[in-house]
């Protein structure tokens, strides 16, 4: 059954309709953190981070108020990428973590993440049980007066983050003599990227890392990569660095200004990983991942399984199948060896790492030829069109001439009111064909 407030990736929508309200937002702080404190009796600990949108002035005090109002102790972080909160949230030994966010939408949407205690984000299971609280019709979450739990502003949240990303690299690791364009999408990372880079020794020409509410994502960041390759051709950088509005994704360019994906990276992770026995079991990709990565880490005999979009479903099944490296073409990764969720950053550091000995990022990043692959987005009113015939039927047509030369994927954005239509073949004209034939049926 369809959860009636999570979807792939935590909650989402447009600020002040639906869900994402100061009143809602009350909710959900006061049903998780019940959730949380019954699961732990001796500490009742919430730690909470957000992005650089405006609407987080309004969204953190309704959700900080549930929080309290359930006894639950809050400390608020302030902008921290969402791995960050993740890792604090473990280190820190608290209940739960909330990262209030929209990742890579517009600034006028928002929503929030949830962590439990081992830095996880959490099954349907738990999500479904969270729901049920919120839509609880009496106040038994309510504490009692003497119980409301307290507040605190922790602003080093950024130096924690920093310092636990560094930890997982010898002190030996420097990058002087690197040029590095860094877009940081005005969003979470703004502070810790550029600060961490320098700390390293690099020189970094920062974009992106001047957030105003407004600008989180705007024509910057993953979603907007020609930014960094414009850049990293100005000024002849080694390497440019793209992070979305939280920083759990990440796109780069090599030194000719090439942009590359999350699949790219996953590959050459996954070669150098199994050459010096780090990789454990093998990758996890999802639906979307290009078929030239699966025929890669055949040929390269490193087990390949995917999963449903989205870095949860990627990090359920690497916990289930005991891998410990995985990810998204769109450049969610999961390195299961340090984290326990996407990390633009921590993927940054790896990849730096593997470039120290001079390489050049064209050598290392390109590991494989991808199958030619398209994907168009359409915004729809009611995302439930796919389950009428006309769709159906078209998706079925399409698939037919389809046939043994390629791919088709027809799915619901978890995340925003479009559908996603991706197409893979050799053929470029039969992909266009196909996806003419989907998308007229949906409009």
Same mark, same amino acid.
């Given at each position: 059954?369809?959860?009636?407030?999570?979807?792939?990736?935590?909650?989402?929508?447009?600020?002040?309709?639906?869900?994402?309200?100061?009143?809602?937002?009350?909710?959900?702080?006061?049903?998780?953190?019940?959730?949380?404190?019954?699961?732990?009796?001796?500490?009742?600990?919430?730690?909470?981070?957000?992005?650089?949108?405006?609407?987080?002035?309004?969204?953190?005090?309704?959700?900080?108020?549930?929080?309290?109002?359930?006894?639950?102790?809050?400390?608020?972080?302030?902008?921290?990428?969402?791995?960050?909160?993740?890792?604090?949230?473990?280190?820190?030994?608290?209940?739960?973590?909330?990262?209030?966010?929209?990742?890579?939408?517009?600034?006028?949407?928002?929503?929030?993440?949830?962590?439990?205690?081992?830095?996880?984000?959490?099954?349907?299971?738990?999500?479904?049980?969270?729901?049920?609280?919120?839509?609880?019709?009496?106040?038994?979450?309510?504490?009692?007066?003497?119980?409301?739990?307290?507040?605190?502003?922790?602003?080093?949240?950024?130096?924690?983050?920093?310092?636990?990303? +560094?930890? *997982?690299?010898?002190? @030996? /690791?420097?990058?002087?003599?690197?040029? %590095?364009?860094?877009?940081?999408? #005005? !969003?979470?990372?703004?502070?810790?990227?550029?600060?961490?880079?320098?700390?390293?020794?690099?020189?970094?020409?920062?974009?992106?890392?001047?957030?105003?509410?407004?600008?989180?994502?705007?024509?910057?960041?993953?979603?907007?990569?020609?930014?960094?390759?414009?850049?990293?051709?100005?000024? +002849?950088? *080694?390497?440019?660095? @793209? /992070?979305?509005?939280?920083?759990?994704? %990440?796109?780069?360019?090599?030194? #000719? !200004?090439?942009?590359?994906?999350?699949?790219?990276?996953?590959?050459?992770?996954?070669?150098?990983?199994?050459?010096?026995?780090?990789?454990?079991?093998?990758?996890?990709?999802?639906?979307?991942?290009?078929?030239?990565?699966?025929?890669?880490?055949?040929?390269?005999?490193?087990?390949?399984?995917?999963?449903?979009?989205?870095?949860?479903?990627?990090?359920?099944?690497?916990?289930?199948?005991?891998?410990?490296?995985? !990810?998204?073409?769109?450049?969610?990764?999961?390195?299961?060896?340090?984290?326990?969720?996407?990390?633009?950053?921590?993927?940054?550091?790896?990849?730096?790492?593997?470039?120290?000995?001079?390489?050049?990022?064209?050598?290392?990043?390109?590991?494989?030829?991808?199958?030619?692959?398209?994907?168009?987005?359409?915004?729809?009113?009611?995302?439930?069109?796919?389950?009428?015939?006309?769709?159906?039927?078209?998706?079925?047509?399409?698939?037919?001439?389809?046939?043994?030369?390629?791919?088709?994927?027809?799915?619901?954005?978890?995340?925003?009111?479009?559908?996603?239509?991706?197409?893979?073949?050799?053929?470029?004209?039969?992909?266009?064909?196909?996806?003419?034939?989907?998308?007229?049926?949906?409009?």
């Amino acid at each position: 059954m369809k959860n009636k407030y999570f979807g792939t990736d935590g909650i989402r929508g447009t600020v002040n309709k639906g869900n994402i309200t100061g009143e809602k937002f009350f909710k959900f702080g006061l049903a998780s953190g019940t959730y949380f404190k019954n699961q732990k009796k001796n500490k009742q600990v919430a730690i909470i981070a957000k992005d650089t949108r405006l609407s987080g002035y309004t969204l953190e005090p309704a959700l900080v108020s549930g929080l309290v109002s359930g006894g639950m102790h809050v400390f608020t972080l302030g902008p921290l990428p969402t791995n960050g909160l993740a890792m604090l949230t473990k280190s820190m030994k608290a209940n739960m973590g909330i990262m209030i966010t929209a990742s890579h939408n517009p600034y006028y949407d928002n929503g929030l993440k949830l962590f439990g205690p081992d830095g996880m984000k959490l099954s349907d299971k738990i999500e479904k049980k969270i729901e049920k609280l919120i839509d609880a019709k009496n106040t038994k979450q309510l504490t009692n007066p003497k119980l409301l739990g307290r507040v605190k502003r922790l602003e080093d949240g950024n130096d924690k983050y920093v310092e636990i990303l +560094k930890n *997982n690299f010898p002190n @030996s /690791f420097k990058l002087k003599g690197t040029k %590095i364009v860094l877009d940081c999408a #005005n !969003g979470a990372c703004y502070k810790a990227a550029p600060k961490l880079l320098k700390e390293l020794g690099a020189k970094v020409i920062s974009l992106g890392v001047k957030p105003d509410g407004l600008n989180i994502n705007e024509k910057c960041g993953s979603t907007y990569p020609s930014k960094i390759r414009l850049a990293v051709k100005k000024f +002849k950088a *080694n390497l440019g660095i @793209s /992070f979305d509005g939280d920083a759990d994704r %990440i796109i780069m360019c090599d030194e #000719n !200004g090439k942009i590359v994906n999350g699949d790219q990276i996953i590959a050459m992770l996954a070669r150098r990983w199994k050459l010096k026995g780090i990789l454990k079991g093998g990758v996890v990709g999802t639906l979307m991942s290009n078929y030239g990565l699966e025929k890669f880490l055949m040929k390269e005999k490193i087990r390949f399984s995917r999963s449903k979009v989205g870095d949860r479903y990627v990090k359920e099944k690497m916990k289930k199948l005991n891998f410990n490296l995985g !990810g998204e073409q769109s450049g969610h990764i999961i390195l299961g060896k340090f984290a326990t969720t996407g990390d633009g950053l921590l993927v940054a550091l790896e990849v730096l790492f593997s470039l120290r000995k001079g390489k050049k990022a064209s050598e290392l990043l390109n590991v494989f030829k991808p199958l030619p692959q398209i994907l168009e987005s359409i915004i729809v009113r009611d995302k439930h069109i796919l389950s009428k015939p006309k769709c159906k039927n078209a998706i079925k047509i399409a698939n037919k001439i389809m046939s043994n030369q390629g791919r088709i994927l027809v799915r619901k954005s978890g995340t925003e009111p479009k559908i996603r239509i991706m197409a893979e073949s050799y053929d470029k004209s039969l992909i266009l064909k196909c996806i003419k034939i989907i998308k007229s049926s949906i409009k």
